[in-house]
């Protein structure tokens, strides 16, 4: 039986990833619903047509909420009382269901999914797999996953539509919807985004001092993959006894000795979720 999956915000950048995914689907049915103009015109050229929230809600099996995180409170405040019991709300970050900004009814079901995006080390045969920075279009990624409110068989149902949403998939983790949380912001965006800025503000500064930019952006990149190859355990060789010593003196300069007590806290994770979530 044909799934009718209501999909929010379908024309935004999220959305129109998935939106092309899913026409390769037969086993779902896209009710599409944007407001912006801009986002509509994008799904009208990918031959797709848009409909009322009313109209969607109304028919959907399944809602996926591809919005940005600091609408999906507003949004969803007037979105969940409209909806079907037993209709299947997924959402595609952890924020807002870990903040508690969307209310919850007992005779819905919650799910949240995200993509890992390509790996770094990833090998890809294809020049359109290499260049998909992203993920959902050539290069296979993995996706995480967790039941906020439900039974095992909306979890499966929830996996199956992010699969075919994030596809081609490489593969899928269950985790719970705080340990996604922890995964971001925490990790990947609080700390790891901060980290590969400072290392392009390096690169400026380099420059900015008198190094041609060519050389500094080739000496950098190598560098990084190589670095990134001994710390994560890839490369079958050590740092060498002077990067060993610059790495601990500059460890001690550059960050706090607290920092990981800071930000890998739940309250800390708690109050940055909030922050991203909020309307105002």
Not at 73 to 81: A, E, H, Q, S
Not at 185 to 193: I, N, S, Y
């Amino acid at each position: 039986m044909t799934k009718k999956i209501a999909l929010m915000g379908a024309g935004g950048k999220m959305g129109c990833r998935i939106s092309r995914n899913m026409l390769r689907e037969a086993a779902y049915e896209m009710l599409n619903v944007e407001t912006n103009p801009a986002g509509r015109q994008r799904l009208a050229d990918l031959g797709l047509e848009v409909v009322s929230q009313e109209s969607a809600v109304a028919a959907a099996d399944v809602v996926v909420l591809a919005l940005p995180d600091r609408l999906i409170g507003t949004v969803t405040r007037d979105l969940i009382p409209q909806l079907q019991p037993g209709t299947l709300v997924i959402g595609l970050d952890p924020a807002a269901a870990y903040a508690e900004v969307m209310p919850l009814r007992e005779d819905l079901s919650y799910f949240v999914c995200h993509p890992c995006h390509p790996m770094l080390f990833q090998m890809e045969a294809t020049e359109a797999a290499h260049e998909d920075w992203f993920g959902g279009i050539a290069a296979k990624q993995s996706l995480v996953c967790a039941l906020h409110q439900g039974s095992e068989d909306d979890y499966a149902t929830g996996e199956a539509i992010a699969a075919a949403m994030f596809q081609p998939i490489l593969r899928m983790h269950r985790i719970t919807v705080e340990q996604m949380a922890i995964l971001e912001p925490a990790v990947v965006e609080t700390t790891t985004a901060s980290l590969i800025l400072a290392c392009k503000q390096a690169l400026d500064e380099g420059v900015r001092m008198g190094v041609p930019e060519e050389a500094a952006w080739d000496f950098v990149m190598g560098h990084i993959r190589v670095e990134l190859a001994i710390i994560f355990g890839f490369a079958e060789f050590p740092f060498s006894d002077g990067a060993k010593l610059a790495i601990e003196k500059a460890q001690r300069r550059i960050f706090r000795d607290d920092w990981r007590e800071n930000i890998f806290n739940l309250d800390s994770v708690k109050r940055s979720v909030r922050e991203i979530t909020d309307s105002v």
